[in-house]
C-alpha cells in the first residue's frame, strides 16, 4: 500500500474513532506507521489532509453508487438505502463538520469547501443521470441537503432510533424526488 494511502486511512480511522479534534499530524503520522515528515510532504497542513480525506470518502461512495447505477440497480430505494448507509459513516460526516469549521476561520478553506461541495453535487447529478435520467440542480441541491442534514443529526445522537429516522427520512426524500422527476 502506498504511503499516501496508509495515511489517508490511518486518517479516517482516526476520525471514527476520536473525532476531528483528535485529528493532528504527529497521531495520524504514527497510525499509519510513517515519520511525520512524510505525511507533511503528501499533507503540509492538517487542513489539506482533511480535505484529502473528504475527497477519498466522496470518490469512494460516488464509485460505488455510479456501479450500481450502471448495472440497473439504483432505483430510488436502492439509492435511498446506499445513502441511508453512507450518512452512517462517522468517518465521512466528522471530516465535513471539521472542514466546515475550519471553512468558518479561513476564508481559503471556504473556496475549497465550495469548490468540493460543486463538486460532490455533480457526482451525484451524474449518479443520478446514469441510474433514473437527468435531474434538475434544485433537486440535487434538495438530496444533497437532506443527506447532509441527515448525517448530522444521526451523528449527534448516533443510536438505532437515529439511523431509522435517517433511512426514513431519505427514503421519503428520494421517493419525493422521484415521484415529481425530479430524479
Same mark, same amino acid.
Given at each position: 500500500?502506498?504511503?499516501?494511502?496508509? !495515511? =489517508?486511512?490511518?486518517?479516517?480511522? =482516526?476520525?471514527?474513532?476520536? /473525532?476531528?479534534?483528535?485529528?493532528?499530524?504527529?497521531? *495520524?503520522?504514527?497510525? @499509519? /506507521?510513517? &515519520?511525520?515528515?512524510?505525511?507533511?510532504?503528501?499533507?503540509?497542513?492538517?487542513?489539506?489532509?482533511?480535505?484529502?480525506?473528504?475527497?477519498?470518502? %466522496?470518490?469512494?461512495?460516488?464509485?460505488?453508487?455510479?456501479?450500481?447505477?450502471?448495472?440497473?440497480?439504483?432505483?430510488?430505494?436502492?439509492?435511498?438505502?446506499?445513502?441511508?448507509?453512507? %450518512?452512517?459513516?462517522?468517518?465521512?460526516? &466528522?471530516?465535513?463538520?471539521?472542514?466546515? /469549521?475550519?471553512?468558518?476561520?479561513?476564508?481559503? *478553506? #471556504?473556496?475549497?469547501?465550495? $469548490?468540493?461541495?460543486?463538486?460532490?453535487?455533480?457526482?451525484?447529478?451524474?449518479? %443520478? @443521470?446514469?441510474?433514473?435520467?437527468?435531474?434538475?440542480?434544485?433537486? !440535487?441541491?434538495?438530496? +444533497?441537503?437532506?443527506?447532509? /442534514?441527515?448525517?448530522?443529526? +444521526?451523528?449527534? &445522537?448516533?443510536?438505532?432510533?437515529?439511523?431509522?429516522?435517517?433511512?426514513?427520512?431519505? $427514503?421519503?426524500?428520494?421517493?419525493? =424526488? @422521484?415521484? #415529481?422527476?425530479? %430524479?
Amino acid at each position: 500500500m502506498e504511503v499516501r494511502d496508509r !495515511i =489517508l486511512g490511518a486518517a479516517l480511522n =482516526l476520525l471514527a474513532q476520536s /473525532g476531528a479534534q483528535e485529528l493532528t499530524q504527529p497521531r *495520524v503520522a504514527r497510525a @499509519a /506507521g510513517v &515519520r511525520q515528515s512524510h505525511l507533511t510532504y503528501y499533507f503540509p497542513t492538517r487542513d489539506e489532509l482533511l480535505q484529502a480525506v473528504a475527497y477519498r470518502s %466522496i470518490d469512494a461512495l460516488a464509485v460505488s453508487l455510479l456501479h450500481a447505477a450502471q448495472r440497473g440497480r439504483l432505483g430510488p430505494d436502492a439509492l435511498a438505502r446506499a445513502l441511508a448507509r453512507a %450518512i452512517t459513516d462517522k468517518r465521512r460526516t &466528522r471530516t465535513l463538520l471539521a472542514l466546515v /469549521g475550519t471553512a468558518d476561520r479561513d476564508p481559503a *478553506v #471556504r473556496r475549497r469547501l465550495s $469548490r468540493f461541495i460543486r463538486e460532490v453535487r455533480a457526482r451525484l447529478a451524474f449518479v %443520478i @443521470a446514469t441510474a433514473e435520467g437527468p435531474a434538475d440542480p434544485d433537486s !440535487i441541491a434538495f438530496l +444533497h441537503n437532506l443527506v447532509v /442534514g441527515a448525517a448530522v443529526l +444521526h451523528l449527534a &445522537r448516533d443510536t438505532s432510533a437515529a439511523r431509522r429516522e435517517a433511512r426514513a427520512v431519505l $427514503r421519503k426524500g428520494v421517493a419525493a =424526488l @422521484a415521484a #415529481r422527476k425530479g %430524479i
